[in-house]
């Protein structure tokens, strides 16, 4: 692990700030508690603000990317079914 990685998990530690690993990683295996990065937080704030705004060039903007990765778009199965009802027949 590298010095930073090292400084941001006993920062994570320290805070008890920690999320569940989609990964197996270095710090274990998947849906273990994993040390939070601070890019977790850049990328939920750029889910809000699409859910928020749904606006993908306001969100890419605000992010400063030059695309915005679709990855970074998806959404839960209630937020799914709340657009759906959303939706005139």
């Known amino acids: 692990m590298c010095r930073r990685g ?7 530690e320290h805070a008890d700030v920690h999320v569940l690993a ?4 270095q710090h274990g295996a998947v849906g273990e508690r994993a040390p939070a990065h601070p890019r977790l ?8 603000i699409v859910r928020g705004t749904r606006s ?24 799914a079914r709340a657009l759906m009802r959303e939706v005139p027949e």
């Open 6 to 12: 090292t400084i941001l998990k006993t920062a994570s």
């Open 56 to 79: 993908l060039p306001f969100a890419q903007h605000q992010a400063g990317w030059s695309r915005l990765q679709l990855a970074y778009l998806s959404i839960g199965d209630e937020e």
């Open 22 to 25: 989609c990964g197996a990683s």
């Open 41 to 48: 937080f850049r990328h939920a704030r750029v889910r809000q």
